[in-house]
């Protein structure tokens, strides 16, 4: 019985043979009768035990924020492209409770991705700052629900 599994697996992978029902059934048997000398081999009865189930971690989720650069200043005067020296995103549970999450040190960018967020309601503020250290007020407060 071996020798004939050999011999068809050998022309399988030499000449593409699509394998028959009954060596397909030859090598499931095969394969049940090594199972079960590996289990008396290992002191295993073949049996399983009834171990809970292990729940898979909820999804999770990305966001990608997107904004354009100010050109006014909160007192109304311009701000110059080149004073501008970044931004700093904020995020949290509630409006009343943002934490900095990044501080981005490029003018030129203008969309962050938040990544591993869990199932619930977001909130997501983006200031700008300058290079004289004044950092705009959160003027929008988005809210997501993923």
């Given at each position: ?59 999770k ?41 990044a ?44």
């Open positions: 019985m071996l020798s004939s599994y050999a011999n068809v697996k050998t022309d399988f992978l030499t000449k593409g043979v699509v394998v028959s029902n009954q060596v397909t059934r030859t090598v499931f048997l095969l394969t049940l009768v090594s199972l079960a000398f590996f289990l008396a081999s290992c002191g295993g009865s073949g049996e399983t035990s009834e171990e809970p189930a292990i729940p898979s971690p909820p999804p989720s990305s966001i990608t924020l997107e904004w354009v650069a100010p050109a006014i200043r909160m007192d109304g005067k311009p701000l110059l492209s080149s004073e501008l020296v970044g931004y700093k995103i904020y995020m949290g549970r509630s409006k009343s409770d943002l934490s900095l999450i501080t981005l040190d490029d003018p030129s960018i203008f969309t962050y991705e938040v990544n591993e967020l869990m199932k619930g309601t977001y909130y997501f503020a983006i200031s700008a700052y300058s290079d004289d250290e004044l950092e705009s007020e959160l003027p929008t407060i988005l809210q997501k629900e993923l």
